[in-house]
């Protein structure tokens, strides 16, 4: 079995029938091992040892509030998350010092795994609330419940549950190439594989070809699954694929609206440009980067 991408969780218990259960939940608070990670929206606390920072639970801690419970530790220790923008008092009520908070991509440099799926988990759930805090249906502002997991539309009564956007990043492979994409704004030497949200209607592979097709003009026939990655950036999920379209590069034609560039790099070439600095992958954490360095054998 492969390892699971970074961000995604390594058996953490999300405890979900607790999330119902008000007076577990106000036991839970009181749990003299609960944990509390403070979050300000893509950005977490971190302690100066780069961990993240988990403190203890504190009187005047709300689950309705800007606090969200998260699941439970093997050891039993409930874990939740605050938002510091909502709970403003959150910061210093803590008692948590000597913590600085940091963009999750930043974070994601130094955090170990079993941190890193935390840290996205609560981000992904405090943008949704920050983003969901009026009704879509009929534009009452919303109350929440479920320990977080849930809004609720007094207006309507609507029920509004937490979001996650599914994205296909894909590596085409044809003989000992591979395609790769940059996007304008990234920096220079930067390539990719080929990425985009899932449109409605449309299953995954539908996606895949429809990408692969607009953005670079190659088609592909059976996209074959690899895995799967939590993307917190804000709350995507990416699937990933390769894609073998034959034996031999096809023809790319780029579609400049989108990507500034894309081409077919042999596997040799690839590995000297990565080495000598003439291209730059993603980060290592990244499921782009696991789908070329699966590719290559790295
Ligand atoms: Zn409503």
Redesign the pocket.
């Known amino acids: 079995m492969r390892r699971p991408n970074y961000f995604a969780s390594r058996g953490f218990d999300r405890a979900g029938h607790r999330r119902q259960d008000p007076e577990w939940m106000a036991g839970a608070l009181r749990h003299p091992d609960a944990r509390v990670l403070l979050v300000r929206r893509a950005e977490v606390a971190l302690d100066p040892a780069q961990r993240l920072v988990q403190v203890a639970a504190w009187e005047g801690l709300v689950p309705d509030h800007g606090l969200v419970f998260l699941g439970e530790d093997a050891d039993g220790a409930p874990v939740f998350c605050v938002d510091v923008g909502v709970m403003a008092d959150a910061e210093e009520a803590s008692g948590a010092d000597a913590f600085r908070f940091v963009d999750l991509r930043g974070a994601a440099m130094v955090l170990p795994e079993d941190e890193a799926n935390r840290a996205a988990y609560a981000s992904a759930m405090l943008t949704w609330h920050a983003r969901h805090r009026f009704?879509g249906?009929?534009g009452?502002p919303t109350t929440t419940d479920w320990a977080g997991h849930v809004r609720r539309?007094p207006?309507?009564g609507?029920e509004h549950f937490p979001r996650t956007d599914p994205v296909i990043i894909v590596l085409c492979t044809a003989g000992d190439s591979c395609l790769l994409g940059r996007q304008r704004i990234w920096p220079p030497q930067m390539w990719s594989a080929l990425a985009g949200f899932v449109e409605p209607g449309e299953s995954l592979e539908d996606a895949v070809r429809r990408e692969v097709m607009e953005e670079a003009g190659v088609l592909v026939a059976e996209p074959v699954y690899h895995s799967s990655q939590p993307w917190p950036f804000p709350m995507s999920l990416m699937l990933g694929f390769h894609a073998p379209v034959g034996d031999a590069p096809t023809e790319v034609v780029v579609d400049t609206n989108e990507l500034e560039d894309a081409r077919w790099f042999g596997r040799d070439e690839l590995t000297d440009a990565v080495a000598d600095g003439g291209v730059m992958l993603p980060p290592p954490f990244s499921i782009a980067r696991q789908l070329v360095d699966s590719w290559l054998g790295t």
């Open positions: 009704c249906a009929c009452e539309c207006g309507c609507a």
